[in-house]
């Protein structure tokens, strides 16, 4: 073979494979989807039935899930490849409402005092962000079938030292429907009930528009069913479609907005306060 002209095939050899690091997905970190450009603070891993999601919140707050797939994603400008956190004995857990997660935690028997809510949707997102801590508490929450059956669960109930209630009501705002029913409650049972509750018209618009990827929650003509409007400027479908998305946006309370946070723990630490 002549090699005058040195090796002609030295330029062809296969280089060696590009080595991808491997980052953990810490939460507050800062990444970018190669594919779309999107950039955004790691808010956590979500697990679908597609696979394992990271969920990145970008500088307006608005949020997005991600496949955790190989080099799909540049810190500081360089490819990487997105891993679980590993959980290590660091630090305490947290639940969904941010308290100190109760391990270990047996069934523990019901406190007589109760938390209403007016629907089963009002229920189920209360559940979803302060289900672990009212586990703990014994507190049972309950739903009033809509606020204008109050007055008379509350006869039935017959609220009293150390068998208090708590009322999550929506669209709690001066002159409406809401606060002339609630401002109307019997006084010698008044001590021993906590109504409180959020300016929106439906619990769904407590969740922040950011983490159902939607720049804000449309506006729905007077006299039409909030609900089905909502469904029909969003292309979501029927009602029952639309809870679906609403529910699966809430994975803590950080999804939430502040004035129904507020309002929550305010009837837990209510129902909970020792009677004296």
């Excluded at 709690?172 to 029913?181: A, I, M, N, Y």
């Excluded at 969740?207 to 159902?212: D, G, I, T």
């Excluded at 979501?236 to 939430?256: I, K, Q, Y």
Aim: aromatic share 6%; charged share 25%; net charge neutral.
């Amino acid at each position: 073979m002549d090699t005058s002209y040195g090796d002609i095939f030295s330029g062809h050899q296969r280089r060696a494979a590009r080595v991808v690091p491997e980052v953990p997905a810490e939460r507050d970190l800062v990444v970018e989807d190669a594919a779309s450009g999107w950039c955004g603070a790691v808010l956590g891993i979500e697990k679908t039935g597609d696979g394992d999601f990271v969920r990145l919140e970008d500088a307006r707050g608005r949020s997005r899930l991600f496949a955790l797939t190989p080099a799909a994603f540049l810190v500081d400008g360089r490819p990487v490849t997105l891993v679980r956190p590993v959980v290590g004995p660091a630090g305490p857990q947290r639940t969904a409402s941010g308290s100190t997660a109760v391990t270990g935690l047996r069934a523990r028997t019901a406190l007589p005092s109760r938390i209403w809510v007016e629907g089963i949707h009002d229920a189920a997102l209360v559940e979803r962000v302060w289900g672990h801590d009212l586990r703990v508490e014994g507190v049972v929450v309950e739903h009033l079938e809509g606020l204008d059956n109050l007055a008379d669960r509350l006869d039935a109930f017959r609220p009293e030292r150390g068998r208090r209630v708590g009322v999550l009501v929506d669209h709690l705002v001066t002159g409406s429907k809401e606060s002339r029913l609630t401002s109307a409650l019997d006084p010698r049972v008044r001590p021993h009930v906590m109504v409180t509750g959020h300016p929106y018209v439906d619990v769904w618009e407590a969740v922040k528009p950011a983490s159902l990827g939607i720049a804000a929650w449309p506006r729905v003509p007077r006299g039409q069913d909030w609900k089905t409007g909502v469904c029909d400027a969003l292309g979501w479908g029927t009602p029952r479609e639309g809870w679906r998305r609403v529910s699966s946006a809430v994975s803590s309370f950080r999804d939430l907005e502040t004035p129904m946070i507020g309002a929550v723990e305010r009837l837990v630490d209510f129902v909970t306060e020792p009677a004296g």
